[in-house]
């Protein structure tokens, strides 16, 4: 059975840092295209950043080029998302995904909320 669980999550001011984590479970992330989605209230989901290992790519949303930085480790299963210079445009419900490299089988974490705001 296959876990995504996102932490990190939180309240920081305009301007603050935050970094998420994904710890995966049941697959292994070298695998898949691990990425960060958000969604904002009234607004549709959408990329924030992705990462395929095994290739070394990133990818990021043109929003957040500069600011947020994704990693991965494949030993631990893991893919973070460093967010610095935060605005409150940022704020979202931030989500973890993976999806199968070749089939696209996706899965989703339950998301963690990421509050910017003075």
């Known amino acids: 059975q296959v876990h995504l669980v996102e932490s990190g999550g939180g309240l920081v001011q305009p301007g603050g840092s935050l970094r998420l984590s994904c710890a995966a479970s049941?697959?292994?992330?070298?695998?898949?295209?691990m990425s960060w989605y958000r969604q904002a209230p009234g607004k549709e989901r959408e990329l924030v950043a992705s990462?395929?290992?095994?290739?070394?790519?990133?990818n990021y949303a043109d929003s957040v080029k500069g600011r947020f930085t994704i990693s991965g480790d494949n030993a631990k299963n893991t893919v973070s998302l460093q967010m610095n210079s935060l605005k409150v445009d940022d704020t979202a419900v931030y989500y973890c995904?993976?999806?199968?490299?070749?089939?696209?089988?996706?899965?989703w974490g339950q998301g963690t909320q990421v509050t910017v705001s003075s």
């Open positions: 990462i395929t290992s095994v290739i070394g790519s990133t």
């Open positions: 995904s993976a999806r199968r490299i070749g089939n696209g089988v996706t899965y």
């Open positions: 049941g697959i292994s992330s070298s695998n898949y295209v």
